[in-house]
Each structure stands twice: as C-alpha cells, then as structure tokens.
C-alpha cells in the first residue's frame, strides 16, 4: 500500500512539473523578448543622446560663421565657412585644408571662422572645444576657428573630432564616437533672397569657385544654410535584430542620382564589416541657417587660409 501511495506521489511531482514547464517556456519567452526590447531602447537612446549633442554643437558652431570684430580689418581676407568631401585633415596642421587621406566612410569635413569683438565685453564665443575666443586684434593670434571631422575609431565606427587654434598652436579633441559617416550639402543663395535655392556639396562648390572669375567673388559667400547628416552606430550587437538595409542620409531621390559621386551619402547593410551588421544604425540630419549672412557676403578669397 505504501508503495502504490509512492508512486501515485512520484506521478504527481511529473504532472506538476509538465504543467510548469508549460507554463514557464512561454514566459520565459516573454522576459526575453522583453530584455531584448528593453536593450534596443537603451541602444537607441544612447545613439540618440549622442546624435542630438553634436548635431546641437554643429549648429551652434555654423551660426558662429562669419561673426567678426569691426576693429579687425583682416577678417575680409578669410573664409568663414568651408567643406572638403570626403577627406580626413590633420588634427595639428597649421593649414585647414591639408589632408591625411580619404574620409571614413567618405565623412566629410567643416571648416568654421569667426571672431570675438572687442568692443562687447558681454559677447563671448567658444570655439568646438569650449574655449573661449578672445579677440585677434588683442594679441594677433587668430583663434576664431572650429573645425569638424572624422577620424577611424578604435571600434569600428568613427570618432567625431573637432579642431582649434590653442594659445600655441592647433590641436584636436574627440566629441563622440560611434559616429559611422559625417556629411554636408550647403544651400547656395542664387538669387539674393536670403533663401537656399539648391544645396551642393563641398566638392561642387569648389569646382565653381575654380571656375568662377575674381569680379564674381567667393561662391562660398552665397551659402545660406547647412544640411547636416550622420548616421550613429551602437557599439553592441542587437539579438535577433538587425539594422536597415538601405540608409540614405539626405534621402532617396539625392542618393538615385549623386550618391555614385558623393560617398558616404548611402549606405547598404553589405557595407559594413560582418561585426558590425547587426548593430543599430540611425540616421540623423538638421538644417542649419547661417546668423551672419550679410558679413559672409563681404568676404573674399576662398582659397585664403589662416596664416599667422
């Protein structure tokens, strides 16, 4: 009798245990769906945060452009805004324009000028590092430059960098990474209103301002505004997910007819190394007005780099 109340016991416990099991696969399905979202959230936070920071540094930067001191009659003579495509510079060159190779993933880089006045004590600018720029007729040195590229990270992606004059000499320091292609279109003003009528990129422009004659003056003075574009990638693999196929940073009709010519405007998922394919990857873009149109306009001289 004691036996047969074992096994009867025994039969129970296996019962039991099969109906957990039912009804514990299906949850534990659940809570790892449930990490997995939890995950992608924190992902896209993160590279969302990240984004939104240098976009916002970006547009503060690019609304500094051409701001100048009325006592410093040199400032004609420089650019204020400027774009190589598809280039790295040197992160310590005196020149803005001296390169050190192709861009990562074809990032391009944005060259910025302005100055401190010296008859507004109030008025104070910083440069992309977060220096403060005093202005150049106090010491002859001219410190009013922010200058932004990317350079090969150490994980795969890009390391967001930006470049200053220092109290010395130039030198760089590193924003953000993660960052997988930096691009610029630059909205030209070809009728005077005020307003972009068609937005090139930095290579286009400066092919016009080859070709342009000295009486037409600098073509990078018509520029209005600033399209900027990057896409940010997280730094760990999504489980059972992945990226988009196709990321077009300023869209899909501008990809179909000038991606070809323009690297790093599209990408496809076969672009990235296989360790990276199943990383998030956004893209991110802001229109940027330039403050400082009217002083833009009075500027000549593109090819006019900063010597010192």
């Known amino acids: 009798m004691r036996k047969q109340g074992q096994g009867i016991a025994m039969l129970d416990m296996l019962i039991a245990i099969g109906l957990g099991l039912v009804i514990l696969l299906p949850l534990a399905r659940v809570v790892r769906a449930a990490v997995v979202t939890h995950f992608r959230q924190e992902q896209i936070f993160i590279i969302e945060q990240d984004a939104y920071f240098l976009l916002d540094h970006l547009a503060r930067a690019i609304q500094q452009a051409g701001h100048s001191d009325p006592l410093d009659l040199a400032e004609d003579s420089v650019i204020a805004l400027r774009g190589l495509d598809n280039t790295v510079i040197s992160g310590t060159a005196e020149e803005i324009s001296v390169k050190t190779g192709s861009g990562f993933h074809g990032s391009d880089a944005l060259a910025i000028h302005f100055s401190a006045s010296s008859l507004d004590s109030k008025m104070i600018l910083h440069n992309c590092a977060g220096f403060t720029v005093s ?13 932004f590229y990317i350079v090969r990270g150490t994980n795969g992606t890009g390391d967001f960098r930006c470049k ?28 005077n209103d005020g307003l972009p009528n068609q937005f090139l990129n930095a290579t286009t422009i400066n092919q016009k301002e080859n070709t342009a004659g000295q009486s037409e003056g600098s073509v990078w003075r018509h520029v209005v505004a600033v ?7 997280a730094e760990a693999d999504l489980v059972d997910q992945a990226p988009p196929d196709l990321l077009d940073l ?8 000038y991606a070809a010519n323009d690297p790093g405007t599209h990408f496809s998922l076969s672009d990235f190394p296989v360790v990276q394919r199943k990383r998030l990857s956004r893209v991110f873009d802001r229109l940027v007005f330039l403050r400082n149109h009217a002083l833009l306009n009075h500027q000549t001289g593109p090819q006019q780099s900063e010597r010192n």
């Open 250 to 257: 300023f869209g899909r009709f501008y990809s179909d007819a």
């Open 227 to 233: 399209h900027i574009a990057l896409v940010m990638q």
């Open 164 to 191: 200053y004059r220092g109290t010395y000499q130039w030198d760089s320091q590193s924003l953000a990474s993660g960052v997988v292609t930096l691009q610029f279109l630059y909205g030209l003003d070809t009728d």
């Open 135 to 147: 202005p150049t007729s106090l010491d002859g040195i001219d410190r009013g430059w922010s200058v």
